[in-house]
């Protein structure tokens, strides 16, 4: 969608600035912190109001962490995290209670997320009850509304989570989200649990209600022909850092990292022709976060690494409109190697 029909603000509703997380890692006979793991790694983006950041990369990249930072369901180890220019980042339980009623999420697992002894219409109203003072019928009122409005039935308020299909399932957790009517959601891959089938009513749901509430997401998946269908922006996360970031359209029709561009090739085609081999290839498995690789973190299954890529960890730059890209291949500097710079696929690289 163009920013001119889903009326997107340019002003933020979301910065984060150099956001980290890192978990401790515990050794010896006295559990002393003998290292850390870096989930998150010093990450800094916007989101506007009335958009949806996609963010996608491979599982162990980072982004469950993230989208849990954002929402303080865990506490940042670094950074800042400013909601409408007011920093909620050191905020207490208390202080960010009224923020919480703006910010909500939808998990993966809908069962998961779902108390199995709690009937849909409890479900639904909970957060009403810890949220504001109105009354059991307003509450009641105000579920029904909410049930109808991802398209379920009001019978279906007296029903337990059990009686649904996944779908039905993830509806009434959308439902739960929408209930304090919030102006941010996180999305932690809200479909991938579901059919392919089932997929595209609840994406669909999804950008209805964006549209009539006026609400921003991050959508976090690892299915890339989910995230271009409903985001605005894509950002590419490899072993917690950011790598690129750029409209959807420039994303899937100019990748620019070679990270971005193997993923892209992945994509499974009913097309794709025997010649038609990927630009890039993944090869092994993502590193551990535990242990990252120092310079840039592809740089052990990229396979125009060099010797600066090992030394020197690169950092986003502008490739163009709203455009940016982690890599030294694109940075301008003359000092990669000239065996790499005459390859065909990095000057197909160098032209995105």
Do not use: W
């Amino acid at each position: 969608m163009t920013k001119q029909n889903k009326n997107i603000a340019d002003s933020p509703i979301l910065n984060v600035r150099n956001i980290k997380k890192y978990f401790p890692i515990k050794g010896g006979v006295f559990k002393r912190t003998i290292g850390h793991l870096k989930a998150v790694d010093d990450i800094s983006l916007s989101i506007n109001k009335g958009e949806t950041l996609g963010i996608v990369g491979e599982s162990g990249s980072g982004k469950s962490t993230l989208g849990r930072v954002i929402l303080k369901l865990i506490d940042a180890t670094e950074g800042s995290i400013l909601y409408k220019d007011t920093n909620i980042t050191s905020m207490k339980r208390n202080q960010f209670r009224p923020y919480r009623r703006n910010m909500q999420m939808v998990f993966q697992d809908p069962f998961g997320s779902l108390n199995s002894k709690m009937s849909v219409a409890e479900l639904v109203e909970e957060p009403l009850l810890v949220q504001t003072s109105l009354s059991k019928k307003e509450r009641q009122e105000k579920a029904i509304e909410f049930i109808e409005k991802v398209g379920l039935r009001a019978e279906d308020r007296l029903k337990y989570p059990h009686e649904f299909s996944g779908g039905q399932r993830q509806r009434i957790s959308i439902a739960r989200a929408l209930i304090t009517n919030p102006e941010f959601i996180v999305c932690d891959e809200p479909v991938s649990a579901l059919d392919i089938s089932i997929q595209a009513q609840v994406l669909n749901l999804m950008k209805d209600l964006q549209e009539e509430l006026g609400l921003t997401y991050l959508f976090i998946a690892h299915d890339l022909s989910v995230v271009k269908h409903i985001s605005d922006r894509v950002a590419v996360m490899y072993l917690g850092k950011i790598v690129e970031i750029a409209p959807t359209s420039t994303l899937f029709k100019e990748p620019a990292h070679p990270y971005t561009q193997a993923l892209l090739a992945s994509i499974p085609t009913l097309n794709k022709k025997k010649t038609d081999e990927p630009t890039v290839k993944l090869k092994g498995d993502i590193p551990s976060p535990a242990n990252p690789p120092s310079g840039c973190a592809f740089r052990t299954r990229c396979p125009f690494a060099h010797e600066r890529c090992e030394k020197e960890t690169p950092v986003l730059a502008t490739q163009g409109v709203q455009h940016e890209v982690a890599c030294h291949l694109l940075d301008g500097q003359d000092d990669v190697p000239i065996a790499t710079k005459s390859d065909p696929t990095l000057k197909k690289i160098s032209k995105a």
